[in-house]
């Protein structure tokens, strides 16, 4: 698989339309028109995959916009939500990356608790730790993760205490069927996060390994 290739096309479509109203979504809109130039190098398979992902989500109150007269309240958790379900999340896979709990002005006052009825209601598969996860302390972090209703995965960071296993008890990687797929999921974390974790973690015990050892 080249994918200097498609790099290059990608490049090249963003350098063509530098003169455009919108550079940016017009290059994206051009490289959605035709993926021949992209599907080329994937292998051939009738069947397609729909993934919602996203992360970062330990914001749920909504927010005004005083600029914007038509739609002066944005955001929220009931607005995600009412989107995910828009777009068919029940029947596709979807995937979040990490930071629920923290940090938010309301994970101030109540301890990350307040994000887990919402995110249960978006119909996440799985879930990959992030290192806000661990802001309060890992015990913390262990027993809000156990009230949420999605299966979590840390496939790098490690306890050396226990066996060198995923931290918190978590899965290394999850298997799920969805759309007809048999899909194996990962997590994978940064190492430059021991160095900012909370010392309420013990860092001492916590290892990284790199991407490829574990791969």
Same mark, same amino acid.
């Given at each position: 698989?080249?994918?200097?290739?498609?790099?290059?096309?990608?490049?090249?479509?963003?350098?063509?339309?530098?003169?455009?109203?919108?550079?940016?979504?017009?290059?994206?809109?051009?490289?959605?028109?035709?993926?021949?130039?992209?599907?080329? +190098?994937?292998?051939?398979?009738?069947? &397609?995959?729909?993934?919602?992902?996203?992360?970062?989500?330990?914001?749920?109150?909504?927010?005004?916009?005083?600029?914007?007269?038509?739609?002066?309240?944005?955001?929220?958790?009931?607005?995600?939500? +009412?989107?995910?379900? @828009?777009?068919?999340?029940?029947?596709?896979?979807?995937?979040?990356?990490?930071?629920?709990?923290? %940090? $938010?002005?309301? $994970?101030?006052?109540?301890?990350?608790?307040?994000?887990?009825?919402?995110?249960?209601?978006?119909?996440?598969?799985? $879930?990959?730790?992030?290192?806000?996860?661990?802001?309060?302390?890992?015990?913390?972090? &262990?027993?809000?993760?156990?009230?949420?209703?999605?299966?979590?995965?840390?496939?790098?960071?490690? $306890?050396? &205490?226990?066996?060198?296993? %995923?931290?918190?008890?978590? @899965? %290394? +990687?999850?298997?799920?069927?969805?759309?007809?797929?048999?899909?194996?999921?990962?997590?994978?974390?940064?190492?430059?996060?021991?160095?900012?974790?909370?010392?309420?973690?013990?860092?001492?015990?916590?290892?990284?390994?790199?991407?490829?050892?574990?791969?």
């Amino acid at each position: 698989m080249t994918w200097n290739k498609v790099y290059e096309q990608i490049v090249k479509s963003d350098v063509d339309h530098l003169a455009g109203e919108n550079p940016t979504r017009r290059a994206a809109d051009e490289i959605c028109k035709d993926t021949s130039w992209f599907t080329q +190098y994937l292998p051939a398979c009738k069947k &397609k995959l729909d993934v919602i992902h996203f992360n970062d989500a330990y914001n749920i109150e909504e927010k005004e916009v005083k600029k914007d007269e038509k739609n002066p309240i944005v955001g929220g958790a009931s607005r995600f939500i +009412y989107a995910l379900n @828009k777009y068919g999340a029940k029947d596709r896979l979807v995937l979040f990356s990490g930071d629920l709990f923290f %940090p $938010s002005r309301m $994970s101030a006052f109540y301890g990350g608790e307040q994000i887990i009825k919402p995110f249960n209601l978006m119909n996440v598969d799985v $879930s990959c730790l992030g290192n806000h996860e661990l802001d309060n302390g890992p015990e913390v972090a &262990k027993d809000l993760i156990y009230k949420t209703s999605s299966p979590w995965v840390m496939s790098n960071i490690v $306890s050396q &205490k226990d066996d060198m296993k %995923p931290i918190l008890g978590l @899965k %290394p +990687y999850h298997v799920i069927k969805n759309q007809g797929f048999r899909i194996g999921v990962i997590g994978f974390g940064e190492e430059d996060w021991l160095g900012a974790l909370n010392p309420a973690n013990d860092i001492d015990d916590i290892k990284y390994l790199d991407y490829n050892e574990v791969l």
